[in-house]
């Protein structure tokens, strides 16, 4: 149990596009999703924190114009990093948590976005 | 609000033991610890929760150290499976998201 998708695996777009990320929580309803970004070699960047049918809470540095979050449904968030620059380019992973006495997140395979 | 991990990196010959090591500058309600392989996304290990919890499943272990702001990640008898970035997260009093440590790599030598 507990599974978490994201779609797709990998992306290569050309600078100027937009990218869309899905995640999903296949087998249970997510209270929260989480967005990180990881640069080779570096550890996990949280990028922002959403519940069900509100706005995302962004970690400082992190536009909140250019990381568009949707969370739409308890099992269903999307990330869309609008007009993508090569420096945009990095492992995009979400996780989805059920809130508990302990908040374990659940990770999806991750997303690898190349800008050309 | 980054913790920091140490030693950095680390390389073990099978069978021999490792700590890892997680220190926070803030009060710490809960610490995860995840184990991530090149280019896959971070598998759960454990997480403690404040109150000095030890916990361990096979040969990893883990302690909480509420009052040093501190967890330690405990390897005995290593595998070669075992080898991997490990990466610790902190959860603070009040919040429901995690910081993620600066990461350590494993590596096990046959």
């Known amino acids: 149990g507990a599974v978490v998708s994201q779609h797709p695996s990998w992306v290569i777009c050309k600078s100027g596009t937009s990218v869309k990320i899905e995640c999903r929580s296949l087998?249970?309803?997510?209270?929260?999703m989480f967005w990180y970004r990881q640069f080779p070699k570096q550890s996990l960047m949280l990028m922002a924190t959403?519940?069900?049918?509100?706005?995302?809470?962004?970690e400082q540095g992190v536009e909140k114009d250019k990381f568009l979050i949707n969370h739409a449904s308890l099992t269903l968030s999307t990330l869309t990093v609008t007009s993508a620059h090569p420096e945009d380019s990095s492992f995009y992973i979400c996780?989805?948590?059920?809130?508990?006495?302990?908040?374990?997140?659940?990770f999806g395979p991750g997303t690898r976005l190349t800008v050309l | 609000q980054q913790p920091v991990q140490s030693p950095q990196a680390v390389i073990l010959r099978e069978g021999e033991d490792a700590v890892i090591n997680c220190s926070s500058s803030?009060?710490?309600?809960?610490v995860h610890w995840y184990r991530q392989k090149h280019g896959e996304a971070p598998v759960f290990l454990m997480i403690?929760?404040?109150?000095?919890e030890q916990k361990g499943h096979e040969k990893i272990s883990a302690s909480f150290n509420e009052k040093k702001q501190q967890s330690s990640l405990y390897l005995t008898a290593s595998q070669l499976s075992y080898s991997g970035t490990y990466f610790c997260?902190?959860?603070?009093?009040?919040?429901?998201?995690?910081?993620f440590g600066t990461g350590t790599r494993l590596t096990v030598i046959p």
């Open positions: 959403s519940n069900e049918g509100s706005k995302a809470t962004y």
């Open positions: 996780s989805a948590s059920i809130r508990a006495t302990w908040n374990e997140q659940f």
């Open positions: 087998d249970f309803q997510a209270t929260t």
């Open positions: 403690l929760l404040k109150g000095g």
């Open positions: 803030k009060a710490l309600y809960s």
């Open positions: 997260g902190t959860e603070l009093t009040g919040a429901n998201n995690l910081f």
